[in-house]
């Protein structure tokens, strides 16, 4: 077994993987910290990865997935959860943008990028961390997609925004509470277990109440990031 330690969210835990490269796939979040909680990889653990991904081998990847689903369902203890969307500061302002696998919420975010230049720095493209306290503070983790973009760092959260991939492009804010809720829920990660989904759902009904929700259906134009960034980022950090 390959152990180590990382720091997430403030939080150091111990992890027992079977590969090196799962060690390496961590390598901007490691510690020498004392650990506070401790994943122990089995082969039940690939497994079960195996029937989530339907790979039908186990591969290292299977280790890597396995062991962020056994971290989701320990920071949920201490009001954090997944959510996959990508994640980056505009001067100093945490942003989400979230939709369904392969809309282009990382095509969207990397033309924001380009826009933006200095002023824009990515926290997680993938699954970023949520913590659930006065305010929502958005935390990077290893685990920011395949093209690997993503910071250590945290900011607060200031608006989720919701993607479509459209022809012309467009933006609105979102009050309805169910229409939300409906929303996040497809983006969050739910544990299995009964007491920690709960406590899951009840940390996604606080977010929904403390922060600003838009959906925006964009082309894969330049002008796309411009109306992002002048409807609603610009908006949200005056």
């Not at 111990?14 to 390496?24: D, G, L, P, R």
């Not at 020498?32 to 653990?45: A, H, I, P, S």
């Not at 685990?143 to 989720?160: D, H, M, T, Y």
Request: hydrophobic share 35%; charged share 30%.
């Amino acid at each position: 077994m390959v152990t180590f330690n990382i720091l997430l969210a403030d939080i150091v835990i111990q992890i027992n993987a079977f590969y090196e490269s799962t060690k390496k796939y961590c390598s901007d979040f490691l510690t020498d910290k004392k650990e506070e909680y401790v994943v122990r990889l089995t082969m039940e653990d690939l497994k079960n990865e195996i029937n989530y991904s339907s790979t039908g081998k186990v591969y290292v990847n299977e280790e890597i997935s396995a062991t962020y689903r056994k971290i989701a369902d320990i920071l949920i203890e201490r009001n954090i959860v997944v959510f996959h969307s990508s994640s980056f500061m505009v001067d100093g302002h945490g942003f989400l943008i979230t939709a369904r696998s392969g809309v282009g919420k990382s095509t969207h975010v990397s033309l924001l990028s380009d826009l933006l230049g200095d002023r824009f720095k990515y926290i997680n493209d993938d699954k970023p961390l949520l913590e659930v306290k006065d305010d929502i503070i958005i935390h990077s983790s290893p685990w920011n997609g395949k093209e690997r973009r993503g910071n250590n760092i945290s900011s607060p959260l200031k608006a989720i925004i919701f993607l479509n991939r459209g022809i012309e492009n467009s933006y609105r804010k979102i009050t309805d509470k169910k229409e939300i809720y409906i929303k996040m829920l497809s983006q969050i990660y739910l544990p299995l277990e009964k007491s920690k989904r709960e406590k899951a759902l009840k940390n996604a009904d606080i977010i929904f109440n403390k922060i600003n929700f838009y959906e925006i259906n964009v082309n894969k134009d330049i002008s796309s990031a411009v109306m992002t960034y002048e409807r609603i980022i610009k908006n949200e950090i005056k």
